[in-house]
């Protein structure tokens, strides 16, 4: 089995991190105002900072919309999901 540095990466970039993080914002969490299940105004929420952690190999992108409400979203690099939505 290839070590974790062989394994070729989902999240290459920022921009597949913000992607991936605004839409989980918009369809799972119901964020941007519409009904839960269905999908939002992508341009309600803006990309306040992202990062990258290279010993975790996770993204983390701070989100916001109106009204002042802000979420945290982790992601894993290697699998491309989710693991954990902070609001702050």
């Given at each position: 089995?290839p070590?974790?540095g062989?394994?070729?990466?989902?999240?290459?970039?920022?921009?597949q991190?913000?992607?991936?993080a605004?839409?989980?914002?918009?369809?799972e969490?119901?964020?941007?105002?519409?009904?839960?299940?269905?999908?939002?105004?992508?341009?309600a929420?803006?990309?306040?900072?992202?990062?990258?952690d290279?010993?975790?190999?996770?993204?983390?992108v701070a989100?916001?919309?109106?009204?002042?409400r802000?979420?945290?979203?982790?992601?894993d690099?290697?699998l491309?999901?989710?693991?954990?939505v902070?609001?702050?």
């Amino acid at each position: 089995m290839p070590g974790i540095g062989l394994i070729k990466r989902r999240l290459e970039t920022e921009a597949q991190a913000v992607a991936l993080a605004t839409s989980h914002i918009l369809k799972e969490h119901n964020l941007a105002g519409g009904e839960k299940g269905k999908e939002g105004s992508a341009s309600a929420v803006s990309t306040l900072e992202t990062k990258y952690d290279a010993d975790s190999g996770d993204w983390y992108v701070a989100l916001g919309w109106s009204g002042g409400r802000r979420a945290v979203i982790q992601m894993d690099s290697i699998l491309g999901t989710v693991t954990d939505v902070r609001e702050v």
